[in-house]
């Protein structure tokens, strides 16, 4: 298993709300990604970091924000939450971000806007 | 642009059975290829991957993956299934060449295994 924690597992939360999830990692990975997963489907890269002070957007359009001020941790902000939200956020890193670098993954963040 | 194709949604095999989940890909160069397993409310876990060399990968859990330069396949194998292997498989692509910022990911197969 690989040391990369995610918080809440579950969130369930009004709209309009402003949510933070947590992604940590403690491998000393410079390279972090956050991916937008709905059930039982593909993965969608949103957001990616390759290091402090480096945020950049992914392939799929997402209204959240992100932050890069530790190495090790990689938090994800939705201002204002609305039900389209609504979906599973997966947390990941890898060491270099070099191609064939493995990626290995939080066990998620599931979030349900009301 | 880089693209994964797992063209069957489900694989149902008996238990014993020897598995196969089938995977091309596209890239323009050579690729990095990858396999991802996912249980019910948790992340992915990583299986195996294919960087150069020899073309058949050996993985966790007794899986392994063919990598065919030809057909542009990577389809992911397992000699006797098990219930326990029950999951969602994904397959993952990168670029050689250009060292794209992430993994490009399949839309996932779901192996059922009966006993």
């Known amino acids: 298993e690989a040391d990369i924690y995610q918080t809440p597992r579950y969130l369930v939360i009004g709209t309009g709300k402003k949510i933070t999830l947590e992604c940590s990692q403690t491998?000393?990975?410079?390279?972090m990604y956050w991916y937008q997963q709905d059930p039982g489907m593909e993965l969608h890269l949103i957001h990616y970091s390759y290091g402090v002070n480096s945020t950049e957007k992914g392939d799929l359009s997402s209204e959240s924000t992100v932050s890069r001020i530790r190495t090790e941790h990689f938090p994800l902000t939705l201002e204002s939450a609305r039900p389209s939200h609504t979906s599973q956020y997966l947390c990941?890193?890898?060491?270099?971000?070099?191609?064939?670098?493995?990626?290995?993954f939080g066990p998620g963040t599931r979030l349900t806007v009301l | 642009a880089q693209s994964v194709a797992q063209p069957e949604d489900q694989v149902n095999v008996a238990e014993g059975n020897p598995l196969t989940v089938k995977c091309t890909y596209s890239v323009s160069g050579n690729p990095y290829l990858f396999w991802y397993v996912q249980y019910p409310n948790r992340g992915l876990q990583f299986l195996l991957k294919?960087?150069?060399?020899?073309?058949l990968v050996k993985g966790s859990y007794g899986f392994e993956a063919e990598f065919n330069k030809s057909q542009t396949s990577f389809h992911l194998k397992k000699p006797s299934a098990l219930v326990s292997d029950s999951a969602l498989y994904f397959c993952a692509v990168n670029n050689m060449d250009t060292g794209r910022r992430a993994l490009t990911f399949g839309s996932g197969t779901r192996l059922q295994v009966q006993p």
């Open positions: 294919y960087i150069t060399g020899d073309n």
């Open positions: 491998m000393g990975h410079d390279k």
């Open positions: 990941a890193s890898s060491l270099h971000g070099q191609g064939a670098d493995t990626q290995y």
